[in-house]
Structures are given as C-alpha cells and as structure tokens.
C-alpha cells in the first residue's frame, strides 16, 4: 500500500528503531509507548482486518505468535507482555495495517489501552 506508514517503515523508507526481521514480520519499538516497554510486532502483507486474512495469512500470523513467544525473553518481556491487536474504529486503529502490540517490562494496570467515559 503506497500510504501506508507500516509498509514504509517495512521497506525502509522511514526509519525505525527495529529488533526483529524475518520474511513475515518486523518488530519495532512504538513511537508513542504505553509501557515501559512496548513494541510493535507487524507482519509484512498489507491487510487491515483479522477478517481480511487468507487462509495462509493466517498460518503466516500463527508463525508471528510463535516467533514472538520465543523472543520475549530477549526482548525484555520475561517477566509477561500484554497482546493487543486493534480492529476498527471503537477499538481507535489509527494505522490501517495489521499489527501486534505487545507491552511489558513492568506491572502492568488492569486496563490495557485507555477507555472512555
Ligand atoms: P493502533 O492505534 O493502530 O493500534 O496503533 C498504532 C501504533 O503505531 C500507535 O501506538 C503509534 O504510537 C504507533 N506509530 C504510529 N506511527 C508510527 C511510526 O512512524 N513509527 C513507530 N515506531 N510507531 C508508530
Ligand atoms: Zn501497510
């Protein structure tokens, strides 16, 4: 997608401060973090929606899942991380491209992004 800031971010064109790189996923530290620590964990086909996946999108999201749980360890998530994915509108998705928060590296509040009255 041309407008995308994620698939430029994966194709280099605007920098990022990265900690992993396979042939389906990046993972990048969020500009904006919530936690003390909190990455985004983007797999590189454009698709905005769980409900846009393929078949193989989804095996492709399952090898991300895996991956992640391997590295959290090393990405300083030993102690726990929090997963969030959001889809939409009421869930405030401000980027259009499919991606995996993932925050951590310290206790955490019940809530995880923000709810308003
Ligand atoms: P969403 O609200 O769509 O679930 O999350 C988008 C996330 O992307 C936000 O947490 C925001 O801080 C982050 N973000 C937006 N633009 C950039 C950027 O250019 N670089 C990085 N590293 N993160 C970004
Ligand atoms: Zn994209």
């Not at 994966?10 to 990022?16: D, F, Q």
């Not at 990048?28 to 905005?48: C, E, F, Q």
């Not at 078949?55 to 102690?79: F, Q, R, T, Y």
Request: glycine fraction near 8%.
């Amino acid at each position: 997608m041309d407008n995308c800031i994620f698939c430029k971010i994966i194709k280099g064109e605007i920098p990022s401060k990265k900690f992993y790189e396979d042939d389906l996923m990046i993972i990048i530290a969020d500009v904006n973090p919530r936690a003390k620590k909190h990455y985004l964990a983007i797999p590189k086909k454009h698709y905005k929606y769980f409900s846009e996946m393929t078949v193989g999108d989804a095996a492709n999201l399952a090898k991300c899942i895996s991956k992640i749980a391997e590295l959290a360890p090393s990405l300083g998530l030993e102690n726990g991380y929090r997963v969030i994915v959001n889809q939409g509108d009421d869930a405030v998705q401000t980027v259009p491209h499919l991606h995996i928060h993932l925050l951590g590296g310290q206790k955490l509040g019940i809530g995880g992004f923000t709810v308003d009255e």
